[in-house]
């Protein structure tokens, strides 16, 4: 089967059944009164009260005091939109759910509720208490077209699953162009990690734009941890993530853009906001404009990235003393620049397998130890204007410039250690006096000194050759 098929879907299983005693309820209402659609008549729904217009929660019986579970309710009222899709609409309330929200293999759903974003009262709020953790909470397996919106949703201490999941079942198509917007996700009001935010293994073009997490063990996921799926072309604009026990983006997938974003400290108070693993590898990641920061604890790493194409711009990064800000695995092409980089033991930490293709241009550092960390796991890279390339038969070239003035000695660090240095050229570039001159001395396989004769300033240029 091609998994990008569309399957029909069907929610009848999870229907209200009207009863002999709420069909008489029903004939009674108070202007305005809204009667049966021909979708309902299709599908043998009886509203319970005929004052709320067809969508709304309520005219299926909805509790919006939480006493009683809505959950039948809300899947009867999902189940009345149109095959073409609709808007499932959900007043102020508080709406306790002691089952799964089912809006699978549906198109164009929109589940609409009121000032998701904020803890005001006049907001709508869902809370998930199964019995069990067996299932996810508002399910949107092969979903196609569906908004999520403006919508606070949460689960009781004990549920470890996924508040919203969109991801690809056996024998069903994927989810596809779907949106989560304006809505709080987790448990602010506890304090609870136990469970998930979003799930996006084998999910193409989703969006997440606008919403806050707090308090999940991790907020969205993207292919699974267990290696051999996808989740592509994702967007997550805009949102906040605040108090998540892991990193508040897992694993990824490819063609990822995360724009906008405020990535707060982990609930431990590490740095943490995205990571992957060797097996799950990123490609095509871009991170640009985003804020990190408030770590109050030493370690952990904002991004911890495997794959290749990453892009990291326009970021402001806040760290601590003993934290790293980007940590890359096996990368092969990345562009690191124009970024804000303040207290971090390591920037740049080029750990486990060899990456290639490295470019960090300019960026901003403040209270930094070390730009790099574990430099000689590159095979070429590039900071401009210092940079090196690993040419054949195990040759090391490297190079770099620096301002300098007359009888200055500089000391100069190797972007990468050699196993043996060969030569070292100097020049200048700026002093008008003939006789000045650029020298290299103290040479050593990780770095030398740099100088200048004479008076005056300029640039030099240096150029550093030897075997690995």
Not at 110 to 126: D, F, I, N, P, Y
Not at 285 to 293: C, K, Q, R, T, V
Not at 383 to 394: C, D, E, I, K, T
């Amino acid at each position: 089967m091609n998994r990008r098929d569309l399957l029909p879907g069907a929610l009848a299983a999870a229907v209200l059944v009207a009863t002999p005693s709420n069909r008489a309820a029903a004939q009674t209402c108070v202007a305005p009164c809204y009667e049966r659609t021909p979708r309902e008549i299709s599908e043998n729904i009886v509203p319970e009260d005929y004052q709320y217009p067809p969508g709304n929660v309520l005219r299926y019986g909805a509790d919006p005091t939480g006493k009683v579970s809505a959950t039948s309710a809300i899947n009867t009222a999902i189940l009345a939109t149109p095959a073409g899709g609709g808007i499932v609409d959900f007043p102020v309330g508080y709406y306790r759910c002691e089952g799964p929200i089912l809006c699978d293999q549906r198109l164009a759903i929109t589940l609409r509720g009121r000032g998701g974003v904020t803890a005001a009262q006049e907001s709508t709020k869902l809370n998930f208490t199964p019995a069990s953790n067996g299932a996810s909470f508002i399910s949107m397996h092969a979903a196609q077209g569906c908004t999520i919106e403006d919508l606070q949703i949460h689960a009781s201490d004990t549920f470890t699953g996924y508040l919203i999941d969109f991801s690809r079942r056996p024998d069903e198509s994927e989810a596809v162009l779907n949106e989560v917007r304006r809505c709080l996700i987790g448990n602010p009001y506890t304090s609870n990690t136990l469970c998930y935010g979003i799930n996006l293994d084998k999910a193409t073009n989703f969006t997440a734009r606008g919403n806050k997490f707090e308090y999940l063990k991790a907020a969205i996921h993207g292919q699974s941890g267990a290696g051999h799926s996808y989740s592509n072309c994702v967007r997550i604009l805009e949102n906040v993530f605040i108090g998540i026990e892991d990193h508040a983006i897992a694993y990824g997938g490819e063609a990822w853009q995360i724009r906008g974003n405020t990535f707060e400290q982990r609930k431990s108070g590490v740095a943490g906001a995205f990571g992957c693993l060797e097996g799950t590898p990123c490609h095509g990641l871009s991170f640009e404009d985003n804020w990190f920061g408030d770590v109050e604890t030493d370690g952990g790493q904002w991004v911890i990235v495997f794959g290749g194409g990453f892009v990291f711009k326009g970021n402001r990064c806040g760290g601590s003393a003993g934290s790293h800000a980007i940590s890359l695995h096996a990368v092969d092409g990345a562009d690191i620049s124009g970024n804000s980089f303040d207290t971090f033991a390591v920037v740049v930490s080029f750990d486990g397998a060899t990456c290639r293709n490295i470019s960090v241009g300019e960026n901003e550092y403040a209270s930094v130890t070390n730009v790099y960390g574990s430099p000689n796991n590159q095979s070429s890279f590039r900071r401009s204007p210092v940079g090196f390339a690993s040419l054949p038969n195990g040759l090391l070239m490297q190079w770099g410039q620096l301002p300098i003035s007359g009888g200055a000695n500089i000391a100069v660090t190797f972007p990468r250690s050699f196993g043996a240095v060969y030569s070292v050229v100097a020049s200048l570039v700026g002093p008008t006096a003939p006789t000045n001159v650029a020298y290299a001395n103290n040479v050593t396989t990780t770095g030398m000194t740099a100088g200048m004769s004479g008076s005056g300033a300029g640039t030099l240029h240096w150029i550093a050759t030897g075997n690995q």
